[in-house]
């Protein structure tokens, strides 16, 4: 195996501040540290990422250009390793998912599942998630954003690197067609109540819930949630509405 840089999201203990395009500040939802990925994770990410990657550039893309048909189109923020990802495309054929992820091998690891399951309705962005969807994705091209565990920064003095803020919301709001959907998961509890309380702050959007919602079908459990569920450990999901 062999060291690469890996782009960690969530990880590290400064976050990196940028001015956005309309001279907003935001925090990356990455920062870097270095690490290593297996052999099959550099394969597989050599072999399939010119095939499945999507290059940032800072101009709006073609959805529907880029899968080659109209259908709904889901952006999955932070894929982890790419198993529930990957499950999720797998049980929805009908959908286009567009999953970003910085982390190396994560995405490698996203290729391989891409590539053994034959997943054609799965493409890859590998950049930060604020600057993709503010640079990348038209308003109104989506039908709907996951958002499933992403770092709590648990500690108060870090609580501002957390990804689901007000100004973050507001933008991917503007990304979601009329009915389109947001669906936060969290096994932070803080995390979860800030994450209703910025979602429930944001007027174009509406609870499905009333408070927290039921897990849907669409969004599996995981190895590490189910352990986390046996020891007690709560889950809560935030799933909105644009109205």
Same mark, same amino acid.
């Given at each position: 195996?062999?060291?690469? !840089?890996?782009?960690?999201?969530? &990880? ?6 940028? =001015? ?10 990455? +920062? ?10 550099? /394969? ?18 073609? @959805? ?24 999720? &495309? ?18 490698? =690891?996203?290729?391989?599942?891409? &590539? ?16 993709? +969807?503010?640079?990348? @994705? ?18 108060? /003095?870090?609580?501002?690197? /957390? @990804?689901?803020? !007000?100004?973050? +919301?507001?933008? @991917? ?7 389109? $959907?947001?669906?936060? =998961?969290?096994?932070?509890?803080? $995390? &979860? ?9 944001? !007027? ?13 079908? $669409? ?25």
């Amino acid at each position: 195996m062999s060291a690469v !840089p890996l782009i960690v999201p969530g &990880a590290g203990e400064e976050g990196i501040y940028t =001015a956005g395009r309309e001279g907003h500040g935001h925090i990356k939802s990455y +920062v870097r540290r270095a690490g290593r990925m297996s052999e099959a994770q550099e /394969r597989y990410y050599a072999e399939m990422m010119p095939k499945v990657g999507i290059p940032y550039r800072p101009q709006p893309i073609d @959805l529907a250009a880029v899968y080659g048909r109209n259908a709904p189109k889901i952006l999955e923020i932070g894929c982890g390793m790419g198993e529930t990802t990957a499950n999720i &495309a797998a049980a929805n054929p009908q959908n286009d998912y567009f999953g970003l992820e910085v982390h190396v091998p994560g995405v490698g =690891a996203l290729c391989k599942q891409i &590539a053994e399951r034959s997943l054609s309705n799965l493409r890859i962005g590998q950049h930060d998630a604020v600057e993709v +969807v503010r640079d990348m @994705l038209p308003e109104a091209s989506l039908d709907g954003v996951h958002v499933f565990f992403p770092d709590p920064w648990h500690k108060k /003095r870090h609580n501002k690197r /957390r @990804l689901i803020q !007000p100004p973050f +919301v507001a933008l @991917l709001a503007t990304r979601l067609k009329p009915g389109g $959907y947001l669906h936060c =998961a969290t096994d932070w509890e803080e $995390y &979860a109540q800030q994450m209703l309380e910025v979602l429930s702050a944001e !007027p174009t959007l509406e609870n499905t819930a009333a408070g927290f919602a039921p897990r849907p079908d $669409y969004r599996p459990l995981t190895k590490f949630e189910n352990r986390g569920l046996r020891l007690g450990h709560g889950v809560w999901d935030v799933i909105f509405r644009k109205r």
